[in-house]
């Protein structure tokens, strides 16, 4: 048995939440104290380069095959958040009332720490994230909390500047821009994609052991990885009955399902490794059996069924030949599909 082609590349590192970043709020100039109005576009200002940034990363992110492109994205993302906060902290209250720009700073810090801090966590979750469902399963857990992290400091950051400008009489126009309907869109193919990726992993991971305990021939392993090889695609499938099409687009549900699909025809077909492991030990024992028989001593009716087992046996090591390289064909090909289908897919919805 061969074990399933790893699709780990095609999931990023950090996916931020980007609803903070995805619409511009522009203080509108009618009637506002101008003292006011220019202290919240200097302290607003400095965040346009970051959602630049942000874009950028995602496009290499979901478009480019290059891991020197996308850690580069991902330092000009860093780069832009820490040079934001230089020119924030160096702004001067308005009139004493240091709210809005403190918020502002308290957000792009909060940024700045899941950039730097939390992203350092989360390779490191990375580098054992395939050992196991549960630690694959943590990584996607703490790359949620920081995105939540990122989504409350956006929260609390908008409810001061609402404050803020009703305080001074300053119109708030919330307006998405191109810029930030690109910021949503690619984020929201993202989480697609990183949901179907952990309903595949679990009966993936389950294969792993289940081809594990066939190397080893055990009988007992085999058997108790079957069945919960079958238990998770059957549980994969009840969630993805649940998922619905990314703006339309079923194709990476369509791949997933085929996936499960194969996982639960594989741990039907791998019965055929319980027979043969049983069958080898019944030969064993009947060729000691026979071994201990002096030739001249051995009865029609022994040799007979030594013979047969001997060519019953055989039969099944070729069934079982077929059967493995059955499933090591369609194992490459549903997990090509996977990959391929998840790069078309962000390559539509990851707008360029």
Known sequence: MKNAN??????????????????????????TPAGALAHMKQVGNPVDPIRS??????????????????EQKRRNLVNSVGQAIQTVRATSPYKADNRYRQSTLELLETMYAILT??????????????????????????????????????????????????????????????????????SAAMGHQSDLFLIYFKPYKQ??????????????????????????????????AEIAPHRGDD???????????????????????VDLALKKDRLERAKRSIDSTDPANRTTEQVHSFNRLVTEYNNLVNQANAVNSELNQKRKGLTDQWNNTSDSFLARHVPK
């Open 53 to 70: 940034n942000m874009l950028q990363y995602m496009q290499s992110v979901a478009h480019s095959k290059d891991p020197a492109d996308l």
């Open 6 to 31: 790893s699709i780990w590349k095609r999931i990023p590192s950090l996916l931020l939440a980007l609803s903070i970043l995805s619409c511009a709020t522009i203080p509108a100039p009618d009637a």
């Open 251 to 273: 194709s990476l549900l369509r791949a997933t399902r085929a996936l499960l699909d194969f996982y639960e025809y594989e741990a039907e077909k791998t019965a055929i490794f």
């Open 207 to 240: 294969e792993v052991y289940l081809i594990e305990a066939l190397d080893r021939n055990d009988i007992s392993g085999i058997e108790q990885n079957r069945e919960s090889l079958k238990e998770y695609a059957r549980e994969g499938q009840t969630k993805l």
């Open 117 to 186: 801090e939390d992203y350092g966590r989360l390779v490191d979750l990375k580098k054992i994230a395939e050992q196991s469902y549960d630690t694959m399963e943590a990584y996607m857990e703490a790359r949620r909390q920081a995105n939540e992290k990122l989504e409350e400091a956006g929260d609390d950051a908008a409810k001061v500047e609402e404050q803020f400008a009703k305080d001074y009489n300053i119109n708030l126009i919330s307006k998405e821009d191109e810029l930030g309907r690109k910021l949503k869109l690619a």
